[in-house]
């Protein structure tokens, strides 16, 4: 159960890393099903040129074209990792901020981001809340680190406290990421802070902080299993993305 501190500091800065959530031997386990998925090409993947991103390949014919970034369907495709994001260690600690009854995801994150060597790409400061279609921005994604997170092999970085700010359209590019070329935002980007996480280790963070990630200059490739709930009271919006899969209530 998680501490009234862990509670405050959560509503606080948006985000809370839970140390050594998951064993080593699950971390392991994972990592070892989503490189057979790698080294057999199976699909639902979303490529790194799919996204465009800085670093990326430009084309899935360019060399790197074929370097995932994330493996989709996770729930479906990998039974045991889809009983750990239903498990109620989990569920409890998502009620205190979600309330009784809590719904998971099938449509938005439900996957395992493989962040490879060489062709991986830079993430720029977003809100997860942008991509999605729900009555209000306040959903919370659980992203368990399945080997070790650092700034180096892409590691996820955040200003404390985002979730809270209030921005103007004009704070952000054509596609919603947070310019860095605003002379308001980079008082903001001062604030970043690098999120190290290591093996098995929980983040949770809400939908609406921003965060960002660089590119894996390691040489191993970076695995991380994430999900995203929300509170029973706040439905996805009809016709959208948002109802494209069922969702499951816990």
Known sequence: M?????????????????????????CDSIVELARAELSQNIEPQEYETDTHYPGAPASRSAPGGNTA??????????????????????CEILRKFLGDTIHLSQAHHNCVMTKQPEYSS??????????????????????????GEFPENGGLWVLPGSHKWEMDAYQFDDKEFLRTDYAKNIDLLERATAVTLEQGDLLLFHSNLFHAAGRNTTDETKYSAVFT?????????????????????L
């Open 2 to 26: 998680l501490t009234t501190e862990q509670v405050l500091n959560f509503k606080r800065d948006g985000y809370l890393v839970l140390p050594g959530f998951a064993t080593a031997s699950f």
């Open 122 to 147: 830079m993430t720029g400061w977003h809100r997860d809340s942008r991509y999605w279609s729900f009555a209000k921005p306040e959903l919370i994604s659980a992203w368990l680190a399945l080997n």
């Open 229 to 249: 709930y929300r509170a029973d009271d706040n439905e996805p919006k009809w016709a959208t993305r948002t109802l494209s899969k069922a969702e499951i209530k």
């Open 69 to 90: 970034r994330r493996l989709l369907n996770a729930i479906e495709r990998f039974p045991t990792l889809a009983e750990w994001a239903k498990n109620e260690e989990l």
